[in-house]
């Protein structure tokens, strides 16, 4: 019978960082998806992507909307806003948390493999060994 090993404090961080991150990421989503629909509904179809996103302000002042439409759609977006800069800082989080754990910097080696990438796979295997 093989037994796994426990996770260490760097593999639970890692787990717990990027269990808020995709949680951020999950609502940034829905608060972009929020903001295209309500924008559908008074015939205003925007670009998919961030680029439409960030230029919302923009958007808002070349229409003719309700101004409860156009205040919900501005807080909407600053909450867009405020969910971005904290993935941001999630991801700064990690590459540094990374920068300090031999095992998370292995998989940087591989091309196309960044710090979210890396610290995930950290969180998962740990060292990998128990794998062999």
């Known amino acids: 019978m093989r037994f796994v090993s426990p996770k260490t404090k760097s593999q639970q961080t890692f787990s717990v960082l990027h269990r808020l991150r995709e949680s951020m990421v999950r609502e940034h989503t829905r608060t972009v998806n929020q903001m295209h629909g309500f924008l559908l509904e008074f015939g205003i179809s925007l670009p998919v992507g961030k680029t ?68 995930a796979l950290a969180a998962k295997m740990g060292d990998a060994k128990q794998y062999g």
């Open 52 to 119: 439409a996103i960030t230029r919302l302000p923009v958007v808002l002042a070349m229409q003719e909307l309700p101004p409860q439409l156009v205040a919900i759609l501005e807080r909407l977006h600053q909450h867009f806003k405020y969910r971005e800069e904290q993935i941001g800082e999630i991801d700064q989080e990690l590459a540094g948390q990374l920068a300090d754990d031999e095992v998370g910097q292995r998989p940087m080696s591989i091309p196309g493999v960044g710090a979210v990438t890396a610290s």
